[in-house]
Nanobody
């Protein structure tokens, strides 16, 4: 059974930082492209960042320079440290794993931005 379990969400002040984590099980983690999407109320789910199996990264323009995706294949975990500057960063953040036609999603972790 494939599981992606996100953690690290919570309340962050504007300009503050959080580190989201996603622990995967049930997949050969090193083979999968991993990433994060987010969805704010009333909005569509949008891509934040991707890290490919080979380590190449890709970011949405809104995330560039503030979010840094990384992965630890020994721990089957992908990370997303983030510096929040915008109310738009408040959303549920979802971890995903993709390989060819296979896609798996986590349940999401809430990030709230408030002073």
């Amino acid at each position: 059974q494939v599981q992606l379990v996100e953690s690290g969400g919570g309340l962050v002040q504007p300009g503050g930082s959080l580190r989201l984590s996603c622990a995967a099980s049930g997949i050969i983690f090193r083979n999968y492209h991993m990433g994060w999407y987010r969805q704010a109320p009333g909005n569509q789910r949008e891509l934040v960042a991707t890290i490919f199996s080979g380590g190449t990264t890709n970011y949405a323009p809104s995330a560039t320079g503030r979010f840094t995706i990384s992965r630890d294949n020994a721990k089957n975990t992908v990370y997303l440290p983030m510096i929040s500057r915008q109310p738009a960063d408040a959303a549920v953040y979802y971890c995903y794993a993709a390989l060819l036609v296979l896609n798996f999603w986590g349940q999401g972790t809430q990030v709230t931005v408030s002073s």
